[in-house]
């Protein structure tokens, strides 16, 4: 006995199409459009905002690894290390020097604002301590009170660490 013989498949029919069509009509691809379009817009402040913050934490981390270089340059060479910023401004940029020597150089840093010692030079002796006081590098957007602001404190022995600030007052330190 055979088995029973099965009709083949018609092809799928899209509706209003013809046998076979498949794929997204004109209407859904606008509507889907539309949508995505919708979501950008409201995500989009939000990127700007974690762009800015983004860049506040890239710049302190130039500087945190700048102030952790000189140091260990200075103990490694048995010699005086300076970090001089280009110019008055920090955001400038900064050099570090052994001497004459010009060990590293930091290009400006656009879109932050960056606050240092007002005397202008720092020095790392060859002891990794500071030879004056013990700055505050504050590193802040100036686009955006919303942006936290984040510092790099170096301690009595020469030690930086990075600290953010709290209370979301940059003028203070990160206190």
Not at 31 to 54: C, Y
Not at 99 to 108: A, N
Request: net charge positive; hydrophobic share 40%.
């Amino acid at each position: 006995m055979m088995p029973p013989r099965i009709p083949p498949r018609k092809p799928a029919r899209a509706p209003g199409g013809e046998p076979g069509a498949r794929g997204f009509s004109i209407i859904e691809l606008m509507i889907t459009v539309s949508i995505a379009g919708i979501l950008a817009a409201f995500a989009l402040p939000n990127m700007t905002e974690f762009v800015r913050d983004q860049r506040v934490k890239a710049a302190v981390q130039d500087v945190f690894g700048t102030l952790l270089y000189a140091r260990s340059e200075a103990i490694k060479r048995a010699a005086d290390v300076n970090v001089d910023p280009v110019g008055t401004d920090w955001a400038s940029g900064w050099s570090v020097k052994a001497g004459t020597e010009s060990l590293r150089v930091q290009e400006t840093i656009s879109a932050v604002t960056i606050s240092g010692p007002a005397s202008g030079a720092l020095t790392f002796r060859r002891d990794g301590r500071l030879s004056a006081a013990v700055p505050i590098f504050v590193v802040s957007s100036p686009a955006s009170s919303t942006v936290t602001a984040r510092c790099v404190r170096i301690d009595p022995s020469g030690r930086a660490s990075v600290l953010t600030d709290t209370n979301h007052k940059a003028a203070d330190g990160c206190n």
